[in-house]
């Protein structure tokens, strides 16, 4: 009998996916979770039998009193331990030079408060974003983004609709040693919260935005991003109007638009940037591509798609 393959030491990796799931290791434990885009056969089957967490959907006959949910594209199940978790539930995530430590949370939707295919956004922000910059963190979840930009040294404003979401967040930022950063917690919904700031006059030096295919503010407020999103992006454009020029004090910040959105492919997203930016980011290049994950036998597996813009360089004059 052929032993299963060694399971990597990194500590967050997709480790398999196929026939509608997909495998991960979390801070030492094996999760089994649906990913119906995941299509293509198992590549490593012997190792999936030895998950400690799985979440299963409901049967149809179950999920009637769900109907609501499933309509607006939510489904419903159940996750099942088969051994002990840790407490907390944590995993590491490299952020150079600096790391990050996030909760896992198990969520009736079957999300686990991570999303491993955006790492190389939040050390994209790490790296290019100049300390100093005021930047807006939008449908902002657990964090991860918010927290790569406070640890580059940026006065960050996280909001979310969701206080779950929000405390989440928090406990992060503690874990990652960003207590004390300058983030200010917003639970709010995200139009709102934008169109508060235009009228008040606020500016930003750059956005982060990950906006759901559909949602609720706390208020009840609702968000559909093919009907939402290009009247949102227009108001945050104007919010970053004239940041970077010699009257704002902070220099210009990134702008990083993502989602995982059914029909928002890169170029869409790149040319939605385009359009809303357009004034502000005549001068800069847009880059786009897929949120990608790569399993334990080097297949990607893209998850959604981003475009974003570098913020400028500034130098000091002579």
């Known amino acids: 009998m052929q032993e299963p393959p060694d399971i990597p030491a990194d500590d967050a990796l997709l480790i398999d996916f196929g026939a509608g799931r997909r495998l991960e290791k979390l801070g030492g434990i094996l999760v089994d979770r649906p990913l119906p885009q995941a299509r293509l056969p198992k590549k490593l089957p012997a190792l999936w039998a030895a998950a400690s967490v799985r979440y299963s959907l409901l049967a149809n006959r179950e999920t009637r009193r769900f109907a609501g949910a499933q309509a607006a594209g939510q489904e419903r199940g159940q996750w099942e331990f088969s051994g002990p978790l840790p407490d907390p539930w944590q995993i590491e995530l490299p952020l150079h030079p600096d790391r990050l430590l996030l ?3 198990p969520a009736p939707s079957g999300q686990t408060g991570l999303f491993l295919e955006q790492l190389g956004q939040w050390q994209w922000l790490r790296r290019v974003t100049p300390p100093g910059a005021r930047v807006l ?3 902002a979840h657990s964090g991860a983004a918010s927290l790569a930009l406070a ?4 006065e960050v404003v996280h909001v979310d609709a969701s206080s ?7 406990r992060n930022a503690e874990a990652s040693q960003l207590a004390h950063a300058p983030i200010r917690w917003v639970c709010e919904d995200a139009h709102t919260f934008v169109a508060r700031q235009l009228r008040r006059g606020e500016r930003f030096d750059g956005v982060v935005l990950d906006p759901p295919s559909w949602g609720h503010g706390p208020k009840g407020q609702a968000f559909a991003i093919d009907r939402d999103l290009l009247p949102l992006l227009d108001d945050v454009a104007a919010l970053v109007a004239g940041a970077g020029s010699p009257r704002h004090a902070s220099p210009a910040g990134p702008i990083l638009l993502s989602c995982h959105s059914s029909g928002w492919y890169p170029r869409r997203l790149h040319d939605t940037l385009a359009d809303s930016f357009a004034a502000w980011a005549s001068n800069r290049r847009i ?6 994950s790569r399993d334990a036998s080097g297949r990607l597996l893209a998850q959604g798609a981003f475009a974003r813009i570098e913020p ?7």
């Not at 779950?164 to 928090?170: D, I, P, T, W």
């Not at 880059?287 to 990608?292: F, I, K, Q, R, Y």
């Open 312 to 318: 400028n360089r500034l130098t000091s004059s002579p």
């Open 164 to 170: 779950q979401a929000v405390a989440l967040a928090r």
């Open 103 to 105: 909760e896992v949370r």
């Open 137 to 139: 963190s939008l449908f």
């Open 151 to 154: 640890a580059a040294g940026a």
């Open 287 to 292: 880059e786009s591509g897929e949120l990608t």
